[in-house]
């Protein structure tokens, strides 16, 4: 939520700076209040997934969020980087070039987390996000004709827990914490594979909080009420910063305040769920709160 009049008049603003050629040549630039013109282009940019606001480089600052208890993170898209991490390992342990190597990485995270939902879906015990990893990775070896033996099957599995941190995470991650803000992974992995990537941050995290304590994965509700549940911290002082559109759904319907690091310039499916802010990385965080 934006705090307040004057930040509604920036946002305002904001939006006309992110016209497309279209709404640019259609409509007249001006300042000051809204106007019905300018409500017409927050539909059209909702319309295209966008959201409800971008904040560029330039505009940081300008606009702020009601000031959280808690800050939690997704890890595996929004602090970590798993193409950039995982197609190295699978080139060298597969012998792929570059250029097999990465819809080979994408493969496997798409069913990776096609599984997952189907463990939400069939109401049965939770298949752990381990088992979802080998599974998916089993099934893009196998359609790919590819043999994998036990134990390079093992060490591609475990580079999950070792992936490479976006360079501004933890810095992010550190200057949340300075403001006296606590800080959490909010994710779908397993417990233990959320603590070992929790230590590739040097700043740290007050709180780990894994989808595998809810017995479901995002975007179930249950995964976005964990804030409450755990820590007794209500959802209306908490901020996740997801790092998905699926994350971004999940969050806002669960009713927990969002920012959106887009980092692959994703577009929302259901434009109704949009994040509050959507920022291109996540060095902007800090001047948002």
């Known amino acids: 939520s934006i705090a307040d009049d004057n930040n509604i008049g920036c946002l305002i603003k904001l939006l006309r700076t992110h016209r497309t050629p279209d709404d640019q040549n259609t409509r007249p630039k001006h300042s000051g209040n809204a106007t019905a013109d300018d409500v017409t282009l927050l539909s059209s940019i909702n319309a295209r997934g966008v959201g409800a606001c971008l904040i560029r480089d330039n505009w940081r600052g300008t606009i702020r969020m009601t000031r959280p208890k808690l800050v939690t993170f997704d890890v595996y898209m929004a602090l970590l980087d798993i193409e950039g991490s995982l197609v190295s390992v699978v080139s060298e342990e597969l012998g792929l070039e570059t250029d097999r190597a990465r819809p080979f990485v994408q493969l496997w995270r798409a069913k990776q987390m096609e599984r997952a939902a189907i463990s939400n879906s069939l109401e049965k015990e939770r298949t752990s996000f381990r088992a979802a990893t080998e599974m998916a990775l ?17 060490r591609l599995v475990m580079a999950w827990d070792t992936m490479r941190p976006w360079p501004e995470a933890n810095d992010v991650i550190a200057a949340i914490k300075s403001k006296g ?37 995002k975007p179930h509700p249950s995964v976005y009420d964990l804030p409450t549940t755990v820590l007794s911290i209500a959802k209306a002082d908490v901020l996740h910063v997801a790092g998905s559109a699926n994350d971004v759904l999940g969050t806002i319907a669960a009713g927990m305040r969002c920012i959106w690091s887009n980092r692959h310039s994703d577009l929302l499916l259901d434009p109704a769920y949009a994040p509050e802010i959507i920022l291109d990385d996540l060095s902007g965080v800090v001047d948002l709160i």
Not at 147 to 154: N, Q, T
């Open 181 to 217: 803000i606590e800080t959490a992974i909010l994710s779908n992995g397993d417990q233990d594979m959320l603590e070992a990537v929790a230590r590739l941050f040097p700043a740290g995290f007050n709180h780990i909080l894994s989808s595998e304590t809810a017995g479901k994965y």
């Open 138 to 154: 089993d099934y893009v070896a196998g359609r790919q004709g590819i043999a994998i033996d036990a134990e390079k099957h093992r």
